[in-house]
């Protein structure tokens, strides 16, 4: 499976703590994406690092990427309760997204 | 960004039934649509490739006669998942393609129950 991982599978945290969550994939990409899923729901785009980004910030969101460990990685900081979802990794290299395996984060108030 | 909207949302039917499931771009022009399939706490898996106007690409191991793809507008893709089974139950995704290095846009899901 091309399937990328992502790592934990499950964090639990309190309000006003960074949240870091893994993801390792396998093949060349073009870009990144990371998605954020409510409980049955659609996903919600984040952000998107493209294969020549090292870093990328937008709002409480931090995304690096090493192209060379085939990993990135999301920071969400200061969190909140609403943060409270799943988080998936996608690679697109042929405008086909790859997705992770996911990783359900807990916020407790 | 575009905006996706998928119905139904969710739908309880029996066995043997078939199931259609509409997702419409609306204020975007899609050539490309996905199809997803998520089992519970699970990932994404695509489905197929939607294209307007011609034949979907179904990914390995997808049975293209059990799902149904067309997409026959710039606007309006469905799957209709062809005499569904309890194993057919699941939540279905549909997205719209951005393009380029832009990111997909994707409906609220339809889960499926199959009785």
């Known amino acids: 499976s091309q399937q990328g991982e992502e790592d934990p599978q499950a964090l639990s945290i309190q309000e006003g703590e960074n949240a870091t969550m893994n993801c390792s994939y396998k093949?060349?990409?073009?870009?990144l994406q990371w998605y954020r899923q409510n409980s049955g729901r659609g996903l919600v785009h984040l952000i998107l690092?493209?294969?020549?980004?090292r870093e990328k910030h937008s709002g409480r969101l931090r995304v690096t990427l090493d192209t060379s460990k085939k990993s990135s990685s999301l920071l969400i900081t200061a969190s909140r309760a609403a943060d409270t979802a799943s988080y998936f990794c996608?690679?697109?290299?042929?405008?086909?997204?790859?997705f992770g395996t996911g990783t359900r984060l807990q916020v407790f108030p | 960004g575009a905006v996706v909207s998928q119905h139904p949302s969710r739908v309880i039917c029996k066995s043997g039934t078939s199931v259609k499931i509409e997702c419409r771009s609306l204020d975007f022009q899609a050539t490309t649509m996905f199809w997803y399939r998520q089992f519970p706490k699970k990932s994404l898996m695509l489905m197929a490739t939607s294209n307007e106007g011609s034949k979907a690409t179904y990914e390995q191991g997808v049975e293209k006669d059990k799902f149904l793809i067309n997409h026959a507008s710039l606007t309006l893709s469905t799957l209709t998942v062809t005499s569904a089974h309890p194993e057919d139950s699941s939540f279905y995704i549909c997205?719209?393609?951005?393009?380029?290095?832009?990111?997909?846009?994707f409906g609220d899901g339809t889960r499926l129950s199959i009785l």
């Open positions: 996608a690679t697109d290299l042929t405008d086909k997204l790859i």
């Open positions: 093949t060349s990409i073009n870009n």
């Open positions: 690092i493209r294969s020549n980004e």
């Open positions: 997205s719209v393609a951005g393009g380029g290095n832009q990111p997909q846009h």
